[in-house]
């Protein structure tokens, strides 16, 4: 039923700047709040940024504090994730995933989850 479809990853020299996409369909895109979660290997999956249903406010992990920003376009029922000043520890699997309720920072909190799209930062 609702599909959320991650595009924009690849891999990337450190210090550059990529944006990752997230496509939503199936249901109105403005009833949820979305997320970026990111993965490696072994590890659980920790969040990265989140955006209310309004696009009035964002959520950042400190990790990304200030180098990550995330955004909406409801028009194109997508959300983004522009990252800049990219590290070596950037390097993940990351994950889109969308929230029928209110922004929140754990994976239980959101119902949808993307295929996932690679970032690998050399150097």
């Known amino acids: 039923q609702v599909q959320l479809v991650e595009s924009g990853g690849g891999v990337v020299q450190a210090g550059d700047s990529l944006e990752l996409s997230c496509v939503v369909s199936g249901h109105v895109f403005s009833h949820y709040a979305m997320a970026w979660f990111r993965q490696t290997p072994g590890s659980e999956r920790l969040f990265v940024a989140a955006i209310t249903k309004s696009g009035g406010s964002a959520v950042y992990a400190e990790s990304v504090k200030g180098r990550f920003f995330i955004s909406r376009d409801d028009a194109k029922d997508t959300v983004y994730l522009q990252m800049n000043k990219l590290r070596s520890e950037d390097t993940a699997l990351y994950y889109c995933?969308?929230?029928?309720?209110?922004?929140?920072?754990?994976?239980?909190?959101?119902?949808?989850w993307g295929q996932g799209t690679q970032v690998t930062v050399a150097s």
């Open positions: 995933a969308a929230a029928a309720g209110g922004v929140g920072t754990r994976t239980y909190e959101y119902h949808n």
